[in-house]
């Protein structure tokens, strides 16, 4: 017997087809189809890099959600990062998906063009590893994310308080799930038949979070992981419960998901950060969706500890970002896609973060 | 935005790259406005048919599992007059140079030079050195040129895909992008991977046996094997429909680019090649290159389904398909 490495098991193809069999037996003569939002980026890119819409049959149609984290920051974080970028002495570190995000006239890699001083690092832990190592300037990582990237963030907090470092600042703007799934269970022009819930971010909050999307909207929820054989799966799940009429929270991700959720990450959020109401590009202000730094640890907060001069908000007139992220637009609906914008020009956030609707259409679906 | 800067995206060989040459640089610098662009130029001088080639080398770090910068642009170059069919002859060298540069490393560097050119049957016969103030550079930029000649009537181009050739590359793909990922600082990731750097000048000379139903090769250095194929697929006017399954790729690479989020596709390689070749003599192909020190892996990848304005797509892992696009932005800077 081969060895698990954990990887191919959960790609394998007869197993995808046998699970694509049943759906399409499950759903043949539906008169309507069935609607199901993918809420995470991952999944989404998931599903357009295996191709798995092309096994699905016409009645289940998937719609991609709102949990691309770069996609949902607004373009007021971005023009505050680039403004902190200008400044002497100050370095911004970031995953790479940011650089390339465009604010309201510039963006980060263009700054870095012109000589700011702007890092990829793979873990915020780098950049406070910078900080040690550049004692004369301020470090800034920029926290975007949900509620899986956060306890990282926090614990780089943790680590520079430890460290007694004086130089390290984050630019949070995190979010969490799952408030917006509320507000788009809400929406009767959506009409979402279920939601294949995200898999890492329920690995924190635990599965127990969807409850009362199946109490208050009847909508089913199934907690997916990330590979093929794990979003057909999800995929069936939603099926079956939507043909029964039932609406409850199953996890199909049970290998890594509890119900309860990872007790010792939600309290480092809780120590960390205090929730707050974001600003979700497309969607809105929605009450309690974001982490800010809490009061404690003020001094680590950029936005606080660093003054800066931010210019005024410009929205990129015709840009269906927000449209997208909602599932009410798909990329190729809108008018800008592929023609003003692209992954080399991107006009929208969706269009450059690696886990995007319009980025992931525009390279896989074509 | 500003559309007066350079980004690293335009050192990318992606998208960003082909808009540079597009708008800016063929313009400028072409007297023939020549489309199309291939990885040597086919000059004729006194009836006799040459390939002229250039590259610049600033990969970091230097030194990387399984080579450095100096093979690199041996190599590279080499691969460069390889892919047009010509036999490598002689290449120059230019240095340039960071103050504060270590003479030991750059010692270590001309040796593998040496090396990589005598193993390649290639002459450096001419060379420029230059130093520049510390923190003007990055310790060593390596500009190789080289000139080969084509001894055989064949037209191996870009251009040339025909529509039911089979796609074959000669072993396991993303090995050197990955090999340099994994040897940068604040990553060091213990992967295993060695770069696959290694002149291909050899392997080519024994593919010219398939004379006419040879139509294209061409090597998938910076962004990766799909670029290069997307890159052919427009030159050629055909759909190229890859087969995710029989891709080889080493299982470290696989792990790497699923930690970080890469595809491997997009990944560099430095002594890989693709070769179209005409169905009938595909076998024939994949077993000459599997008899090769550099094909042993060498694997039927794909074909060429129709006729098209130059699409790619690929049958995925688990049966589903999807589209294949270029490299857009940059996805590791400074990888050769």
């Known amino acids: 017997m081969k060895p698990m490495n954990y990887l191919d098991q959960f790609r394998d193809k007869e197993l995808v087809a046998g699970l694509a069999k049943r759906i399409r037996t499950l759903t043949a003569g539906l008169e309507k189809p069935l609607t199901f939002m993918e809420v995470c980026g991952t999944h989404t890119m998931a599903i357009y890099q295996f191709g798995l819409r092309t096994l ?85 990582f920029l926290g975007v994310g949900f509620e899986t990237t956060a306890p990282t963030v926090a614990g780089s907090i943790l680590a520079a308080q430890a460290l007694g470092l004086d130089n390290y600042f ?81 996890i199909q991700y049970s290998r890594v998901v509890r119900w309860e959720g990872n007790a010792k990450a939600q309290a480092m959020l809780a120590q960390v950060f205090t929730p707050f109401d974001a600003d979700w590009r497309g969607i809105g202000t929605l009450p309690g969706s974001g982490l800010k730094i809490a009061e404690a640890y003020a001094a680590f907060d950029a936005e606080l500890a660093i003054p800066v001069g931010v210019e005024e908000l410009r929205e990129h007139p015709g840009c269906l970002c927000g449209e997208i992220l909602k599932g009410k637009v798909s990329p190729f609906n809108c008018p800008l896609f592929g023609r003003t914008c692209t992954p080399e020009s991107p006009v929208g956030a969706c269009m450059v973060s690696s886990e995007g609707t319009c980025a992931a259409a525009y390279k896989y679906a074509r | ?61 230097i030194f990387f599992p399984g080579g450095n910068i100096g093979d690199l642009a041996v190599n590279g170059t080499v691969n460069d007059l390889a892919m047009m069919g010509a036999r490598p002859l002689y290449l120059s060298v230019g240095f340039i140079l960071e103050e504060g540069f270590k003479k030991s490393e750059l010692a270590l560097i001309l040796s593998s030079m040496r090396s990589a050119a005598d193993s390649a049957g290639v002459t450096i016969v001419t060379g420029d050195t230059k130093v520049v103030p510390r923190g003007k550079g990055d310790r060593i930029f390596i500009n190789t040129s080289g000139i080969g000649v084509l001894e055989h009537g064949l037209r191996i181009d870009g251009a040339g895909g025909r529509v039911g050739d089979q796609v074959i590359v000669n072993g396991s793909i ?62 050629s006017g055909v759909t190229i429909l890859l087969d995710e399954e029989s891709l080889p790729i080493n299982p470290g690479v696989k792990g790497v680019c699923s930690i970080l989020g890469l595809d491997a596709l997009y990944v560099a390689n430095e002594g890989k090649l693709l070769a179209f070749v005409a169905p009938e003599r595909a076998a024939e192909a994949l077993a000459i290159m599997q008899r090769h020190p550099l094909g042993k892996d060498a694997a039927i990848i794909g074909s060429l389904t129709e006729s098209s304005e130059g699409r790619v797509q690929m049958k995925t892992s688990v049966g589903g398909v999807r589209g294949v696009e270029m490299l857009a932005g940059e996805q590791l800077p400074r990888i050769c």
């Open chain 1, 56 to 140: 699905l049959p016409p009645e289940v149609r998937l719609i991609s959600g709102p949990g691309c984290p770069v996609c949902v920051t607004p373009n007021g974080y971005l023009d505050r990062a680039i403004a902190l970028c200008r400044l002497p002495d100050l370095i911004i570190t970031s995953f790479g998906d940011m650089l390339r995000v465009p604010g309201s006239s510039s963006s980060l890699m263009e700054e870095r063009a012109k000589g700011a001083d702007v890092r990829v690092v793979y873990s915020p832990l780098d950049a406070v590893q910078l900080a040690v190592k550049n004692p004369g300037k301020r470090v800034v």
């Open chain 1, 170 to 250: 984050v630019l949070a703007s995190h979010k969490t799930m799952p408030q917006p799934m509320g507000i788009l269970s809400a929406d009767p022009e959506l009409a979402v038949d279920g939601y294949l819930c995200p898999a890492h971010v329920s690995a924190i909050i635990g599965a127990n979070a969807y409850r009362f999307l199946c109490e208050e909207y009847r909508v089913p929820c199934v907690v997916t992981g990330f590979e093929p054989t794990d979003v057909m799966q999800g995929v069936e799940m939603l099926v079956r419960q939507a043909l029964a009429g039932e609406s409850k929270v199953e």
């Open chain 2, 174 to 235: 993303g090995d050197h992008g990955i090999a340099v990922l994994s040897a940068r600082e604040g990553l060091e990731i213990d992967s295993g991977i060695k770069s696959d750097s290694a002149a291909l000048n050899g392997l080519v000379e024994e593919l010219l046996v398939l004379g006419e139903a040879l139509h294209v090769l061409r090597d998938p250095t910076r962004g990766g094997v799909a670029t290069t194929l997307k890159e052919i697929a427009i030159q």
């Open chain 2, 1 to 61: 935005m500003d559309n007066d800067i350079i980004l690293l995206g335009h050192g990318s060989g992606g998208k960003l790259s082909h808009q540079l040459l597009d708008d800016l640089i063929i313009p400028k610098l072409s007297q023939s406005l020549a489309k199309g662009q291939n990885d040597a130029a086919l000059l004729e001088i006194g009836g006799t048919k040459l390939a002229f080639t250039t590259d610049s080398y600033v990969v970091d770090p």
